[in-house]
């Protein structure tokens, strides 16, 4: 009886250390910095004090278990639990954390000698116990991120409003950080902060990207990184492409590859999809990644934008896919189009393109946007014409569209299977690209 209650008083103080260390232990670092801070601020007459070089060189603390965390640190484990941990916005160290859940799994196994006598149920609900302060970590860190992701178009909205006003990227950026709640405001204060210290807005953003993975608020980071490089001369480009009268913004997307098994894309044309009035339209890639012949570069067959609109329907139905046996097309003669990360590629709407399957072991991401002349209509209908006048670049909305001669085939009947182009292309009978299974491990 004696022994049991022994071991009780074990867990239990076990346990306390473990709850005093996680969130009393912090407030109290923080408490004795502020007030550090403090009594030096008192000591210079609350003037400026003089701070060395080495005071502007943020130093990560190693920790209480830093023996632990370098043996962690070998199994690639504690960068992904500090990155959950930075993205909660917690100030705990991974290494900490680590010691803490191996403390918690032990303490809990000799616990259980107690009372269950069965070693592989001690082990399993010892490392469960042991578990719980990643699953809390993990449950902290999705709120934050679902908190960060409903607030995101909100601060995108402002963000745009300040630009159109006038100002520059650098004060649309301080306006999120200023006029938003956290933990938006709280991430872009970091941005704005790491401005100030002379930072390049590329690398502040990445960053940005790094620490919230979020993937709206990664085409709103390419974006303000693909206008401050290109500018205006962007527009001016379109411009001069799709004619005077102004640019419109037809869409945007991703298309991913993962490494080993990134899905090939079948050839076909865009003006499939999406017939207009006229043929003034095109896509814009931007390479997220390196783009080489193993991981399935965007390919382009030169000089098919001046031929017809070929047949993109099987057995009756659009697939929005090119049969290859019908060889119309010489496909052996496409170009890849490979280049460094943030290269970007133009293509003409009628243009046979394609993509193979991504048999590297690098990623390969693509954001598309779609322009069209801002007098080229859809014949399948506008549903929403207030948003389909915001989507304009240039120009000013106009309701006479221009109306040239074009191949046309409407991609009726519809697709049986909707979505993305991967879903359309499920229906087409015979593929030209090659599909492999992923090399077992």
């Known amino acids: 009886m004696l022994f049991t209650l022994l ?12 709850a005093h260390y996680v969130w009393i232990v912090p407030q109290q670092k923080a408490a004795r910095a502020l007030q550090s801070r403090l009594r030096g601020v008192r000591s210079n007459g609350g003037g400026p004090r003089e701070r060395s070089a080495a005071d502007l060189i943020q130093r990560e603390s190693r920790g209480s278990f830093a023996a632990l965390g370098d043996l962690f640190s070998k199994l690639a484990i504690l960068g992904r639990l500090q990155a959950m941990i930075n993205q909660g916005n917690l100030k705990y160290r991974a290494a900490d954390v680590a010691g803490i859940c191996v403390a918690i799994a032990v303490v809990t196994y000799l616990f259980l000698l107690l009372f269950v006598p069965i070693p592989a149920l001690r082990l399993v609900l010892a490392l469960l116990f042991g578990s719980l302060p990643v699953a809390w970590i993990v449950r902290q860190r999705n709120a934050r991120m679902k908190k960060f992701e409903d607030q995101l ?11 159109r006003a006038g100002h520059n990227i650098h004060s649309g950026l301080e306006t999120i950080a200023e006029e938003t709640s956290d933990p938006i405001r709280m991430e872009f204060r970091k941005v704005t902060e790491e401005l100030a210290l002379g930072s390049a807005i590329e690398a502040a953003l990445h960053k940005l990207g790094d620490r919230v993975p979020i993937i709206d608020l990664k085409f709103f980071i390419t974006g303000l990184i693909l206008q401050r490089q290109t500018g205006a001369n962007m527009v001016a480009v379109l411009e001069k492409l799709l004619g005077p009268s102004g640019v419109r913004l037809q869409s945007s997307k991703i298309n991913l590859k993962a490494p080993h098994y990134g899905s090939p894309v079948e050839w076909h044309q865009d003006w499939a999809f999406y017939p207009h009035t006229n043929d003034d339209m095109l896509a814009v890639g931007v390479m997220l990644d390196d783009a080489f012949l193993e991981n399935g570069p965007l390919m382009v067959v030169p000089g ?6 070929w047949n993109h329907h099987s057995n009756g139905v659009f697939c929005g896919a090119m049969d290859p046996t019908r060889k119309e097309v010489d496909f052996e ?8 990360a943030g290269s970007m590629s133009f293509h003409h709407v009628r243009m046979v393109h394609g993509s193979a399957q991504n048999v590297s072991d690098k990623p390969r991401r693509l954001l598309l946007y779609e322009f069209s002349a801002a007098d080229a209509f859809p014949l399948m209908g506008i549903k929403d014409w207030d948003q389909y006048n915001r989507n304009l670049v240039s120009g000013t909305p106009t309701n006479v569209p221009r109306i040239v001669p074009a191949p046309v085939r409407m991609p009726l009947p519809p697709a049986p299977f909707q979505g993305s182009i991967y879903e359309n292309q499920t229906t087409l009978e015979n593929k030209y690209f090659e599909r492999r299974e992923p090399a077992k491990v």
Do not use: E
């Not at 003669?333 to 460094?340: E, F, H, I, W």
């Open 7 to 18: 071991s009780f008083l074990l867990f239990a103080g076990a346990l306390y250390g473990v």
């Open 304 to 309: 098919s934008h001046k031929g017809p609109t």
């Open 333 to 340: 003669s496409a170009v890849p189009l490979t280049g460094k």
């Open 153 to 163: 178009p909100d601060a995108i909205d402002l963000f745009t409003r300040t630009m």
